[in-house]
Nanobody, 125 residues
Framework: QVQLVESGGGLVQPGGSLRLSCAAS????????MGWFRQAPGREREFVAA???????DYADSVKGRFTISRDNTKNTLYLQMNSLKPEDTAVYYC???????????????????WGQGTQVTVSS
């Protein structure tokens, strides 16, 4: 059974940085697409970034230039480096994986088959 476990969240001041990790177990994720989503209180879950097995990436406009998604297939781990954080980045961040290796990254949450439990990121002074 696939398990995704996020870590690295916390409280940071505006302008600061955090790196989120998502450790995958249960099977290797070398050839599948993965993504990061976030959900703030009272708002729908929204796309943040996605990465294909090949390494190609996609970002939401709101985080482009500030966030970087990457993966280490030898460690079965997905990362999200977040720089220049803003209060509006405050949310619970989730990693997700698509089960079918033929599919690339997607901006739609419904396209993902496996989800982590989420990690809280709070940006506040």
């Amino acid at each position: 059974q696939v398990q995704l476990v996020e870590s690295g969240g916390g409280l940071v001041q505006p302008g600061g940085s955090l790196r989120l990790s998502c450790a995958a177990s249960g099977r290797t994720f070398t050839n599948t697409a993965m993504g990061w989503f976030r959900q703030a209180p009272g708002r729908e879950r929204e796309f943040v970034a996605a990465i294909r097995w090949s390494g190609s990436t996609d970002y939401a406009d709101s985080v482009k230039g500030r966030f970087t998604i990457s993966r280490d297939n030898t460690k079965n781990t997905l990362y999200l480096q977040m720089n220049s954080l803003k209060p509006e980045d405050t949310a619970v961040y989730y990693c997700a994986e698509r089960a079918n290796p033929n599919y690339g990254g997607s901006r739609y949450a419904n396209d993902y088959d496996y989800w982590g439990q989420g990690t809280q990121v709070t940006v506040s002074s």
